[in-house]
Each structure stands twice: as structure tokens, then as C-alpha cells.
């Protein structure tokens, strides 16, 4: 199986930084990864896929970057919305198609 | 506006066989080139993708659980499901069914599966 490791786990920011989310798979997945956003009790909501494309309807605020091995998310200034757990995915290499273990953006 | 929702018993005895089904609307299973899959949350944790079919039949199941699963789908009623053989606490979980290609862009609202005697 492929795994994928998130850095950060936890991060603590406030309104209006600039934060960057790191995803690492254990082995290439060209750009088969795709970024969610889960709020308390509901379900994930893709903001990016194919590494870096953004899901319509998603702020430009936030970006996608890497291939291969690694990924990045980046906020460029967040907002009181955006404070949720982060999630990467590859699709690449199945089964399974592994998630990260998340990244919980909290409000410093 | 597709719509995807899951429904099935909220609770579960140990042992047994967990099964939920997910109704889709607003698209057709049968027309369209995507996948359709199952996905769990235990309460507090991180997601772990099932497996996933697609409107051939074709099925494909994370390994670590490929033995207790099978997901089939009933196109005649646009509908595809998850059964999950004998459960533990292990299992408890909110599960999700997703429609997926290069990223799983429409989701259930997920439903609390407790298994529990």
C-alpha cells in the first residue's frame, strides 16, 4: 500500500497567515492527489485535485502544489471559515486508495 | 445536482454483517464513467477508503478489509451498497458513499454505524 504522511498534524494559525500543509506518499503518484476539508460533522469537500486544480467554486486563497512523492496545500490568507481538518488523498495506486491522517487547523 | 444518500441500521450486534445502502439521484449509475465508493470515519479518527465499484460490476476493496466486504450495484434502481461480515467494535463508524474519478467530488452525508450488543 501506498502511505501518505501529512505535516503538520495539528497547526495553530491566525486570520490572515499564509499556512502550508504537507503531504508525503511512500512511493511516486504522479499527480493523482486530491486535498479535502472536513468541518465537524459533515462530509469531506474537495478542494483540489490533480495536485493542483482547483475545485470549482473552491477561494483562490487556496493552492495546490508537487508531484511524485510530494504535495503541498497552501492557504494564502486564512479566513474564520477555513479553520477545519485537512486531508490528502492518491488515487494513483489502488487498492486502497489511502488518505493522510489529517491535519487539524485550529485558530491560535 | 447529484445527491447521494445513505441508509441502513444504526446499530449493529457484534458478529454480524453491516450493511447500508446508497441511493443516488440527480444522475444516472448506469450513464455516467465513475466510480462509486464506500469510505469510514471511526468517531474522532481519521478516513479509510473501503473499496469502490463501477457500473460493469468491477469491484475493487482495500486489502485490509477484502475479505469482509462486498459492494454491488443495482443499476435498475440507482443504487449501489456496502455489506461488511462479522463485525466488531473495530467497525464503528460514520460511512460515507462518494461518487469518484481523479478525486471524490460528491458525497453522502455519512451515517453513524455503532456496532454494539
Known amino acids: 500500500d501506498i502511505q501518505l504522511t501529512q505535516s503538520p498534524s495539528f497547526l495553530s494559525a491566525s486570520i490572515g497567515d499564509r499556512v502550508t500543509i504537507t503531504c508525503r506518499a511512500s512511493?511516486?503518484?504522479?499527480?493523482?492527489l486530491a486535498w479535502y476539508q472536513q468541518k465537524p460533522g459533515r462530509a469531506p469537500k474537495v478542494l483540489i485535485y490533480?495536485?493542483?486544480t482547483l475545485q470549482s467554486g473552491v477561494p483562490s486563497r487556496f493552492s495546490g502544489s508537487g508531484s511524485g512523492t510530494e504535495f503541498t496545500l497552501t492557504i494564502s490568507s486564512l479566513q474564520p471559515e477555513d479553520f477545519a481538518t485537512y486531508y490528502c488523498?492518491?488515487?494513483?495506486?489502488?487498492?486502497?486508495?489511502?488518505f493522510g491522517q489529517g491535519t487539524k487547523l485550529e485558530i491560535k | 445536482q447529484l445527491q447521494l444518500q445513505e441508509s441502513g441500521p444504526g446499530l449493529v450486534k457484534p458478529s454480524e454483517t453491516l450493511s447500508l445502502t446508497c441511493t443516488v439521484s440527480?444522475?444516472?449509475?448506469?450513464?455516467?464513467?465513475?466510480?462509486w465508493g464506500w469510505i469510514r470515519q471511526p468517531p474522532g479518527k481519521g478516513l479509510e477508503w473501503i473499496g469502490s465499484?463501477?457500473?460493469?460490476?468491477?469491484?475493487d476493496y482495500n486489502p485490509s478489509l477484502k475479505n469482509r466486504v462486498t459492494i454491488s450495484v443495482d443499476t435498475s434502481k440507482n443504487q449501489f451498497s456496502l455489506n461488511l461480515s462479522s463485525v466488531t467494535a473495530a467497525d464503528t463508524a460514520v460511512y460515507y458513499c462518494?461518487?469518484?474519478?481523479?478525486?471524490?467530488?460528491?458525497w453522502g452525508q455519512g451515517t453513524l454505524v455503532t456496532v454494539s450488543s
Open positions: 462518494a461518487r469518484h474519478a481523479v478525486a471524490s467530488h460528491y
Open positions: 440527480g444522475g444516472s449509475i448506469s450513464s455516467s464513467s465513475y466510480y
Open positions: 465499484i463501477y457500473k460493469s460490476g468491477s469491484t
Open positions: 512511493q511516486g503518484i504522479s499527480s493523482y
Open positions: 490533480a495536485a493542483s
Open positions: 488523498q492518491q488515487l494513483n495506486s489502488f487498492p486502497p486508495y489511502t
